[in-house]
């Protein structure tokens, strides 16, 4: 069965510095999603993305993240200048479709660890 | 904002015994699905309950869609340790791309 896969899973960075974590959305999804889950809590909403562009976006994605969809097949969340709030599981995610009918395929996720 | 919250927070049972989980949305919703995370695990696609008061059910869980579509349950029957992870519902507004996901109920079960 396709799978959503993620690297790294584990990524431990200095406060202030930028962080990549990448993405492979399963092959045919066209939309793509980043959430994440700080430790035992629920999961967050970052943001949704199609055709290229942000299609929402939640109040914690602030101007210190980004996303980009570089090519084919990857997808991929930038922290511009990581704050030790930023330490949590990041979950890609992509759907076939868009909306009613339309589950949501996690990859395994990052962690994130902010010192 | 959108606010879904679920009840309870955790709950611990005995290996046969049933287990709900109460889903409640501070908005209507179009849809609902529900998620299933073991441990270290990330969340798994169970189900997705379209229809108001919408009743589905898979082996031994069955899921309920209230009427005014702002509410759901989850209902297992004859828990067993398989069971055990955080199970979240999550729910979709109008035709946002944002699910928004509970706040989860953890259950455990022992023999």
């Known amino acids: 069965e396709p799978e959503v896969t993620q690297t790294p899973s584990h990524q431990v960075t200095q406060m202030g510095q930028e962080v990549i974590l990448r993405c492979v959305p399963i092959?045919?999804?066209?939309?793509f999603y980043w959430y994440r889950q700080i430790l035992g809590q629920k999961v967050e909403f970052l943001v949704s993305f199609y055709n290229n562009e942000i299609s929402e976006k939640s109040e914690i994605f602030d101007d210190q993240f980004s996303v980009e969809r570089p090519d084919g097949s990857n997808f991929t969340l930038k922290i511009r200048s990581t704050k030790l709030e930023d330490s949590a599981m990041y979950f890609c995610?992509?759907?076939?479709?868009?909306?009613?009918?339309?589950?949501?395929?996690f990859g395994n996720g990052t962690r994130l660890t902010v010192t | 904002g959108q606010q879904v919250m679920q009840i309870p927070q955790y709950q611990h049972v005995q290996e046969g015994e049933d287990f709900t989980t109460y889903c409640n949305s501070s908005t209507t919703l179009s849809n609902i699905q529900w998620y299933k995370q073991r441990p270290g695990g990330h969340p798994v696609f169970l189900i997705q309950?379209?229809?108001?008061?919408e009743v589905k059910k898979q082996k031994r869980l069955t899921f309920q869609f209230g009427e005014a579509k702002k509410n759901s349950s989850l209902h297992i029957t004859a828990t067993q340790t398989t069971d055990v992870g955080t199970y979240f519902c999550?729910?979709?507004?109008?035709?946002?791309?944002?699910?928004?996901f509970g706040t989860g109920t953890r259950l455990q079960v022992t023999l």
């Open positions: 309950l379209v229809k108001s008061g």
């Open positions: 995610a992509s759907s076939e479709v868009q909306g009613a009918g339309s589950p949501l395929h």
């Open positions: 092959s045919n999804h066209l939309y």
């Open positions: 999550a729910g979709r507004t109008g035709t946002a791309s944002k699910l928004t």
